[in-house]
């Protein structure tokens, strides 16, 4: 099973450029036509949160119009710049995710990895929640199939990045969350976005990670005074492969027009 994982698209209203810089429609375009490229196409794609800027229902119409070409299932969990109701209802009949104006988690059976999606928005802040009744529905979750590996993806990670202005608005609950995941030992990898950078760890006797950005990475400063900033690096997104022998690895890939794939070897010989 090979899950592509995307994260942060921040989709601005058409003709839009966020932060004045930013083409996040056009970077986003590039990665659908990326992922749809691949040798091995992904069974499915999850995209971990800040699907667009502002909540807004013209930023969701015009990310559904960049996203409908993907070939693979797609399933999202919103972000701290995402609206859930906003969200549900331009993606109610597309993704995987519940109408009841609740949380917007879930749980994907079709593959041989289970998916649990995790609502961690508290509206109107940066930070995250993993409130009490989010973690229960978490751990029924879990319960329900203790022998099948099973991947956890939201936005907010649940550990500190280094990256200062980034870990001021980090996960509330976390320690929580590492508690009921820890009793869960099924659970093959927690996948996050909100950082803009592919960062990993171990944690709660998993691995947690986050993803690049589809569109600006968030600058690399490991100050806790660190200023909030971004850099144009090139986007990207992760891919995560699933086998029996070896559980889930993966790999991030850098979206972008480059030379190659050229061999290394010439009429048998190295190509010095």
Request: net charge negative.
């Amino acid at each position: 099973m090979l899950i592509a994982q995307l994260s942060d698209p921040h989709i601005k209203p058409r003709g839009r450029l966020a932060y004045r810089r930013v083409d996040t429609a056009a970077a986003l375009a590039a990665v659908v036509d990326t992922v749809n490229a691949l040798v091995t196409p992904p069974d499915v794609v999850l995209v971990t949160g800040d699907l667009v800027d502002a909540g807004r229902p013209e930023e969701y119409g015009l990310l559904r119009e960049i996203l409908q070409p993907l070939k693979a299932p797609l399933f999202a969990v919103p972000g701290n710049h995402d609206d859930r109701a906003a969200m549900a209802a331009a993606f109610g009949d597309a993704l995987h995710l519940p109408q009841d104006g609740g949380f917007l988690h879930f749980a994907v059976e079709d593959w041989p990895v289970r998916l649990i999606g995790l609502d961690t928005v508290l509206p109107g802040q940066g930070g995250g929640l993993l409130c009490p009744e989010r973690l229960r529905w978490l751990g029924e979750r879990l319960a329900e199939q203790p022998d099948r590996p099973t991947v956890l993806f939201q936005h907010h990670p649940p550990f500190r990045t280094g990256i200062g202005h980034m870990d001021r608005i980090g996960l509330a609950g976390a320690a929580d969350q590492a508690a009921v995941v820890r009793r869960h030992p099924q659970v093959e990898r927690v996948l996050c976005g909100h950082l803009h950078r592919p960062i990993q760890v171990r944690w709660a006797g998993t691995l947690a990670s986050t993803a690049p950005g589809t569109s600006h990475q968030v600058a690399l400063d490991l100050r806790d005074n660190a200023p909030s900033a971004f850099v144009l690096e090139p986007p990207g997104f992760q891919l995560h492969l699933w086998t029996e022998e070896n559980g889930l690895v993966s790999h991030t890939a850098t979206v972008g027009a480059f030379e190659g794939p050229h061999p290394f070897f010439e009429d048998g010989k190295l190509i010095d």
